[in-house]
Each structure stands twice: as C-alpha cells, then as structure tokens.
Nanobody
Framework: QVQLVESGGGLVQPGGSLRLSCATS????????IGWFRQAPGKAREGVSY????????YYVDSVKGRFTMSRDLGKKTVYLQMNNLKSEDTAVYYC?????????????????WGQGTQVTVSS
C-alpha cells in the first residue's frame, strides 16, 4: 500500500527556516518522480519542486530557487524540503506526491498519490 506522510510544518518568522519530511512506503522511491506542492488559502495548488527518477536531480519553481532545497534519502525512503529565508507568501499547506508515469513536470493532475499535507505558516 502506497503511503506518503508529511511532517515538519509549523509557525516560523519571516527569514526563518523549516525542513519538511515526506516518509514514503509501498514503492521504490527512486523509480518514480516525487514532488512537493503547496496550496495557499484561496489559491490553486502549485508545484514547488520535484526530483526526477531519470536523473535524481531536483527541479524548482522560480519563486523558491536559491531558498529551497529538495533531497531524498533512499535508505530512509524519505524526501526532504529544506526551506530557508521563508517569506509570508510561502504560507501554505505543503504536500508530497508521486508521478507513476515519470512525466517530469509540475502538472498537478499527473501526480497520482498524495500525502495529507503539513501546514507552514510564515508570520511575525
């Protein structure tokens, strides 16, 4: 049974840092694209970053480049999102998700299995 469980969210001041984790089970992590998405109140869900199965490299949306780092630990079957220099506009529920077809894109509809999400609030 496929499971993705996010953790690590919380309240942080602007300029602060958080590290999100996504513990996975039920599939081989490096066989599939895995991504982080977020949804702010009243907004559509958007892709933040993903790691491609084909090359193991992370890719980022422009708004987080240079501030966020996505990584994975295959032994722990866990992916991480290190978020630095957080801004109020980063406030959202963050989700991890897998794309079984390895499309290598930020298209939400191409991601099939989702975690329950973790809340990140950036506020002073």
């Amino acid at each position: 049974q496929v499971q993705l469980v996010e953790s690590g969210g919380g309240l942080v001041q602007p300029g602060g840092s958080l590290r999100l984790s996504c513990a996975t089970s039920g599939f081989t992590l490096d066989y599939y694209d895995i991504g982080w998405f977020r949804q702010a109140p009243g907004k559509a869900r958007e892709g933040v970053s993903y790691i491609r199965a084909t090359d193991g490299n992370p890719y980022y949306v422009d708004s987080v480049k240079g501030r966020f780092t996505m990584s994975r630990d295959l032994g722990k079957k866990t992916v991480y999102l290190q978020m630095n220099n957080l801004k109020s506009e980063d406030t959202a529920v963050y989700y991890c998700a897998t794309d079984w077809a390895n499309n290598g894109r930020f298209v939400e509809s191409e991601y099939d299995s989702w975690g329950q999400g973790t809340q990140v609030t950036v506020s002073s």
